[in-house]
């Protein structure tokens, strides 16, 4: 994914009082052109999911990617986890219209540790969230305690983020938090990384 300058006029632009991705704004999220450009049901393909994994979501938003997701493990479970109860909110009503009887609603700061017993999951899905994380090893620490070893952690970077990570600056937060690269596949608009925890 390339950094261009209107990511400069973009992050002028989207300068925000909060940290975080406003709640109020997330019909962004969900717009048709968004939507296009993230592709979920591509992306939920590189979760690897065969049925019956127990997912984390971290940073769902209004849930763009949470339907698609929840479809995939009949037999699992998807626990979403988010700073906004609102953003959940939007989620839940996106799952339960579609369906979706088997997530779980979860609301913190990630930075502040994660409400789940150690290795409770298959998969870690962070989707436009890690560069709106204030301590990121901190996050990373407690995502690589509640996965399982041999688990997934797959992060879904892009443009026009302004806060996006490269694929570098993800794995100079991921691999010394105990996790290892596995791939990357992207386009020029969004990364898909992957890595297992060690
Ligand atoms: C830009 S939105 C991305 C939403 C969705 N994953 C997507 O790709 O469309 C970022 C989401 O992460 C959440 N978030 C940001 N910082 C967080 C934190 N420190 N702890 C938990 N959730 C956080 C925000 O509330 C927001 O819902």
């Known amino acids: 994914m390339p950094t261009t300058l209107l ?13 975080y991705f406003p709640h109020q704004l997330a019909f962004m999220l969900d717009s048709p052109v968004h939507r296009a450009l993230s592709n979920p049901p591509r992306v939920a393909e590189q979760l ?3 049925g019956s994994e127990c997912v984390l979501e971290l940073g ?6 949470s339907v698609e997701i929840a479809r995939r493990i009949p037999d699992g479970r998807l626990e979403q986890f988010d700073l906004q109860p609102e953003m959940l909110d939007k989620a839940r009503r996106k799952l339960e219209g579609a369906g979706c009887r088997n997530v779980g609603f979860h609301s ?11 290795n409770t999951f298959d998969r870690a899905f962070l989707s436009a969230v890690i560069g709106e994380v204030p ?26 983020d ?9 794995r100079r937060l991921a691999e010394p938090a105990g996790f290892e690269f ?14 297992t925890r060690r």
């Open 182 to 195: 596995l791939d990357t596949q992207g386009n020029i608009w969004q990364d898909v990384v992957r890595f």
């Open 60 to 65: 769902p938003g209004p849930g763009l990617f």
């Open 162 to 170: 302004p806060d996006r990570l490269s694929v570098a600056e993800l």
């Open 48 to 50: 690897d999911l065969t």
């Open 108 to 118: 913190g700061e990630a930075s502040e540790g994660l409400p789940f017993a150690d």
């Open 135 to 160: 301590d990121k090893a901190a996050c990373l620490a407690s995502v690589h305690r509640v996965l399982k070893p041999g688990g997934l952690l797959i992060f879904a970077e892009r443009f026009p």
């Open 7 to 19: 990511d400069t006029f973009t992050k002028q632009v989207m300068r925000r009082t909060t940290p």
